[in-house]
């Protein structure tokens, strides 16, 4: 029968191993065991402290929350980066509670449970810049023995189709697909020569010295708009009363006293003596779609929602849609475009940077400046501001799942910059963008040397 695929084990090999499922034993799996079968060791025997996860501080205790230690969960960790904005923070209470897996500079993180095998086995290398930082219970904490293998390599290795293959290998399915720490400790990692670790490790440093300068760039374009708008270092009024007209109240249409914070009164009057126009003025806003659960598949046309986005750029998502079932064209994002989240996580801003052949989520808007003294990557960046934040917080407050209506995003008040200033925040954006894809190259240089060396064996 087409299609079918059908693999031989011997009985003693499932008793070995308390593994009956059939998944386990695809072709695929009994390939990568015998390219592997030489020259390795167990993952379990290259560390300094055994594999452990971490562990989620109750949440009903506040002490154990609102500090600077970042609290890394299963969204923030992707292949060989790890992403914001962090949900949550930890206080130095809250860390003392899961101390064990303390992040330090050099270690490992691994994604164990997630919804499908796309979110296990996400990998990242710990640096200098994300520290202080823990994890959550979905991620496995692994410290390399650097007197037995070299950290870069390990992470390149683990993040590599062999890697992530294994980790697969070793998973269950079950209403999650996850993995124990045990388990992680079962990878076999090939041992190469220190030479060919080494070389792994420069490209690698290499490849995140780049990223740290993309991230200075978009820090100082950040810096440039908050100097030119009066934002640098500006604290807004936090007073716990306020006082409003009769009036005030009709033309909002608003009763929630949150939306009367003095705070926004405090950025409006900062905004007021700049040069502003409302968002719908300066921009085309077009509406995505929601296609219905039904129509989701692992192949065709990527599929982004809102949690495959972040101001750096669009994640691979797992969601697919029929390329035949699916032909609209004039959904797919064109060239600075700017994909702008109006559900869940609102406010977040990302410019198409050449046309895509994605469709994406209706909690994402699809906005194209019509106005010709605005540039694009200006406009992101104010988007992602904190002018941009507190006026999303405002219209959206109180909300259990937050929603932004597109008519509140249409009178968005946008600060308008001379010309000259849009273009050095713009060539610094790009800038940030390009040191960004060459990290990317260089750890996928690094990724398909190692997955070569593998081969050669």
């Known amino acids: 029968m087409e299609g079918l695929e059908i693999s031989v084990v011997k009985l003693s090999e499932v008793k070995g191993e308390f593994r009956i499922e059939a998944e386990h034993y695809q072709h695929k799996y009994q390939k990568l065991l015998e390219r592997l079968n030489k020259d390795f060791s167990y993952l379990k025997d290259l560390v300094s402290k ?32 790890i992403k914001e904005p962090f949900s949550n923070y ?16 050099g270690d490992i993180i691994t994604t164990i449970i997630g919804a499908t095998y796309d979110v296990i086995a996400r990998s990242c290398i710990v640096q200098k810049s994300l520290l202080p930082a823990n994890i959550n219970q979905n991620i496995a904490h692994i410290r390399p023995d650097e007197k ?49 670790q080494s070389k792994i490790e420069s490209i690698v440093k290499s490849a995140h010295a780049k990223l740290e300068e993309s991230k200075s760039l978009y820090s100082q374009a950040e810096d440039l708009l908050l100097g030119e708008l009066g934002l640098k270092d500006w604290q ?20 929630d006293a949150e939306y009367y914070q003095p705070k926004y009164d405090d950025l409006f009057e900062k905004l007021s003596c700049l040069n502003c ?7 085309s806003i ?12 692992e192949t065709g046309i990527p599929f982004i929602r809102v949690s495959d986005i972040s101001k750096d750029g669009i ?96 009178n968005v008040i946008i600060p308008i910059l001379p010309e000259q200033i849009q273009k050095k925040i713009a060539s610094l954006i790009q800038q940030s963008f390009e040191c960004k894809a060459q990290s990317k190259h260089l750890l996928e240089d690094a990724k398909r040397m190692v997955e070569a060396e593998i081969e050669k064996n």
């Open 50 to 81: 055994p594999i452990q996860t971490g562990h989620t501080p109750s949440m009903k205790d506040s002490r154990f929350y609102g500090g600077n230690i970042k609290f890394v969960k299963t969204d923030n960790l992707r292949e060989n980066e």
């Open 90 to 105: 930890l206080s130095n209470l809250g860390n003392s509670e899961i101390k064990r897996t303390e992040l330090q500079e």
């Open 148 to 196: 037995k293998i070299n950290p870069e390599y390990l992470n390149v290795y683990l993040n590599s189709k062999y890697g992530k293959m294994y980790l697969e290998y070793l998973s269950r399915q079950m209403e999650q697909v996850n993995l124990n720490c045990e388990e992680v400790g079962m990878v076999k990692v090939p041992i190469f020569s220190d030479t060919f």
């Open 236 to 255: 807004p009024k936090n007073t716990l009363h306020t006082t409003k007209k009769f009036s005030d109240f009709a033309q909002s249409g608003r009763l």
């Open 277 to 283: 126009k409302r968002l719908g003025k300066i921009v």
């Open 286 to 297: 077009k509406k995505s779609f929601d296609p219905g659960s039904d129509a989701y598949q």
């Open 315 to 410: 994640e691979k998502t797992e969601l697919h849609l029929s390329p035949i079932d699916f032909d609209i064209p004039e959904l797919k994002p064109k060239k600075d475009t700017i994909l702008f989240s109006k559900d869940g996580s609102i406010g977040i801003a990302y410019k198409v940077q050449s046309d895509l052949n994605v469709f994406t989520s209706g909690a994402l808007l699809h906005l194209v400046t019509t106005d010709s003294s605005i540039l694009p990557d200006y406009l992101t960046l104010v988007l992602n501001s904190v002018v941009v934040k507190l006026q999303a917080e405002r219209d959206s407050n109180g909300a259990i799942i937050q929603h932004w209506k597109p008519s509140d995003i249409e």
